[in-house]
């Protein structure tokens, strides 16, 4: 495989996508994962999501920035692991482009709800798990 | 919710999950995730699982033993993640407890291929996700 056709197939699980798992690495060094929803990515390298800004999620990542994003196709036994680096962005640009209808569940406020944040993930390298082998990747 | 009750929960969540998603941290301190099939597991505090001697996972565990697992339930928008120590075991007991027919697939050898190794993930806190909540237990 070559790394424009893992882009392509990393696209495509995304895209199809509703839920992804998302992993960071906590205060005392164990790994955490947490499965969010897929909300407008199209592209591995840049991957937007919506949390708490109260979250203990946020609380890592600001301590320690590195993160994975697992998608899996469980039917294909396919999957990919990405590594990259979590920005956690606040500016109202960010949160419009994500919010969705029924959000209010979660940010009573709105858009403007303080513990609504945004998180965006900046992809480093990838593995892709396909046909009982293991490819890696420099993105 | 008592330790006893998310003990209880977490046993519920593990008994029915076919897949789980197992976290590590590696080499150069990135989280990494991969789905792995649930068997024989009741009992959150002691999770098996068989993987490839030679796979990546296992270099890293040998490297750092920091370990998570994630237990989903889309439907009910439950989630536990528990944090422990992976231990490798090559010992026959523990791949002959695990072997299932089919694993020819991954392993040609049989239950003696030096490439079929079982991890053993003993939990040392838990963190359930439920009603918009989260709870943190020792275990």
Redo the contacts between chains.
Sequence with gaps: MTKDEFITKGNELLKYSK?I?V????ET???????MFNLSNENINKIILSTNTS??RVKQYIK?N???I?L?D?AKFQ?I?L?GFIEICSDYASRKALWREGFE??YPQGINDPDYSVLKFTAKAG?I?SN?S?ETFDL
Tied chains: 1, 2.
């Design positions: 839920l798992y992993g960071s690495v906590d060094g164990f790994p955490n994962i947490k499965c979250s203990k320690n590195k993160a994975c697992y899996c469980d999957a692991n590594t569940m979660y593995n798990y009982l293991n």
